[in-house]
């Protein structure tokens, strides 16, 4: 008699009656709910891109996608690690209902469904819509960063892609003429026949690699071009990663620059579903804004009620955008702390401010004099009131067409009396010149956006955003392991940021569902 426990089952015991594959997985594994979910949903488009009658059967749609997001919820991303999880994990095989998919099956599957895709998305979104589980009362939006699948080290300059051009198309004419040598030879030996319609397999790779780098320079001329026309850039020329030319090399937070991606997210507030996706190769995250949340008016039925975004969002375009599709936004124009410290916010704007917080007073960054928002703006007047309760009235318009090729006309208020003033060498740039501050036609919309702010309730209730809108991208990183994008090629990299957004949502809607079914349960009992 031994102490150790005997195996319930020998390896080459054969057995009457063999367990089913359904009976290995429990009641309540999440991947039983993973397939329900999918199966009530209408595949009908991905089933349109199929012929339906020429070659083998194929796999059904429904399959290969619940494998994949099933995939992307339990951390395994690659195709390859996605094969063998088929061969070795019961809930994968359970899934896969036995199949063995190549990884092939899955590389090329991820990439050819994006519309379909994106339709599976706003489905899910719609059921958990039905089941109360997004309300549209508060939504949140942001961004963040996501590594290109390119490396940090592989960045070149417009001079530096010539001269790689260069000596590719020198080692290409090499090659060209290698290969004719080569053909004639062979014709000597064995007489004329004809050729195979392929190039030879080093010249072949040196065709591709010129196409990178002709694409890679092509993209930072027209960086360059942009940069040219801007006065606050520096000289130096953008710089572009080879591999992968449609990403950007931006700040990391953890330090330095590298090619990445910044992905958008549209989140619910009530339980954190998310409603809309976007992915851009720049830092103008809040050009995205408006089509966001038209998308979720379209998808939904009903704008959502309120917007909460950080100032990154908080353009005039934006806000005007926002109050003429009457959903609230509360974004801080400025830095909220920033805007409660400035002692030139005042009730009545004609008295003057005592010396004692003109040190408090914010500055420009660019001019380094006094900013803007040390004005008041008294609109039953229109006319500005400076620190010292001086008027700036109206004295003419301006034209105006900024970096992001959005022109208009500035309102140009100009103090009559800057001469002995005791604030005027914080004030003026030139001492000859009075003080005009400019007011453009979003100015209102800005101000609005500052008073609904100013109100304690309101201002509780952006203080929300931050865990609304950075907690998915916690999950989608640190949980999902979406911390570097497998493709390249900005169109393809929207295509796997949907697939990890829908995963996302499909892992939500998950937990609500085992949520609701125990409760139930327990009220049953």
């Known amino acids: 008699m031994t102490y150790w426990a005997k195996a319930p089952m020998d390896r080459q015991q054969v057995t009457l009656f063999s367990p089913t594959l359904d009976a290995a997985i429990e009641e309540d594994h999440p991947v039983r709910l993973f397939w329900e979910v999918l199966d009530t949903q209408d595949w009908t488009a991905w089933e349109a891109r199929y012929h339906g009658h020429r070659g083998q059967p194929a796999i059904h749609p429904r399959i290969v996608a619940g494998l994949l997001l099933y995939g992307v919820s339990q951390r395994i991303r690659s195709s390859r690690a996605l094969e063998a999880a088929c061969l070795n994990r019961l809930d994968f095989i359970w899934l896969a209902e036995g199949r063995q998919i190549d990884h092939s099956t899955f590389c090329a599957f991820r990439n050819a469904f994006g519309p379909e895709l994106k339709d599976l998305f706003r489905q899910i979104g719609r059921l958990a819509m039905a089941m109360g589980l997004i309300?549209?009362?508060?939504?949140?939006?942001?961004g963040s960063r996501v590594k290109a699948n390119s490396s940090r080290h592989h960045t070149a300059r417009a001079a530096?892609?010539?001269?790689?051009?260069?000596?590719?198309d020198q080692q290409i004419e090499q090659l060209l003429a290698e290969a004719e040598a080569a053909d004639r030879q062979e014709d000597a030996l064995y007489g004329p026949e004809g050729t195979p319609n392929r190039l030879p397999p080093a010249l072949h790779k040196a065709q591709q690699r010129r196409e990178a780098m002709q694409q890679a320079l092509e993209t930072v001329q027209s960086l360059d071009a942009k940069r040219a026309k801007r006065k606050d850039m520096r000289s130096r020329g953008a710089q572009v990663p080879v591999a992968d030319p449609d990403a950007r090399v931006l700040p990391n937070k953890e330090g330095g620059a590298a090619p990445n991606y910044t992905p958008l997210v549209e989140v619910d507030g009530h339980r954190g579903f998310l409603l809309a996706t976007d992915v851009i190769n720049d830092?103008?995250?809040?050009?995205?804004?408006?089509?966001?949340?038209?998308?979720?008016s379209q998808v939904f039925g009903q704008p959502p009620a309120t917007v909460l975004a950080d100032s990154g969002f908080a353009t005039g375009v934006n806000l005007k955008a926002m109050e003429d599709r009457e959903t609230e936004a509360l974004m801080p124009v400025v830095s909220l702390k920033a805007d409660e410290e400035n002692p030139a916010?005042?009730?009545d704007p004609v008295p003057a401010?005592?010396?004692?917080?003109?040190?408090?007073?914010?500055?420009?960054?660019?001019?380094?004099?006094?900013?803007?928002?040390?004005?008041?703006y008294d609109p039953p007047t229109d006319t500005y009131y400076c620190p010292m309760g001086k008027s700036l009235s109206f004295s003419g318009q301006e034209r105006y067409r900024r970096k992001s090729n959005l022109t208009g006309t500035y309102r140009v208020y100009t103090c009559g009396d800057c001469a002995e003033c005791a604030l005027a060498a914080r004030c003026l740039s030139n001492s000859r010149k009075p003080r005009n501050v400019l007011r453009d036609e979003y100015e209102e919309y800005r101000e609005r956006a500052m008073t609904r702010l100013a109100d304690p309730e309101k201002h509780k209730t952006y203080e929300q955003r931050m865990w609304m809108a950075e907690a998915p991208f916690g999950v989608l990183k640190s949980v999902m392991n979406v911390r570097q994008f497998l493709v390249r090629g900005l169109s393809k990299v929207k295509i796997e940021w949907d697939w990890a957004c829908c995963a996302f949502n499909l892992s939500k809607l998950v937990k609500e569902t085992l949520r609701i079914r125990r409760r139930l349960g327990g009220l049953t009992a």
């Open 135 to 142: 309300r549209l009362n508060q939504v949140a939006l942001d």
């Open 160 to 168: 530096r892609l010539e001269r790689c051009l260069q000596a590719l």
């Open 353 to 376: 401010r005592r010396d004692e917080g003109w040190d408090r007073l914010p500055i420009s960054p660019q001019t380094k004099r006094l900013d803007k928002r040390a004005f008041v």
């Open 345 to 347: 916010r005042r009730s």
């Open 283 to 296: 830092t103008a995250e809040d050009k995205a804004l408006v089509d966001l949340v038209d998308e979720v």
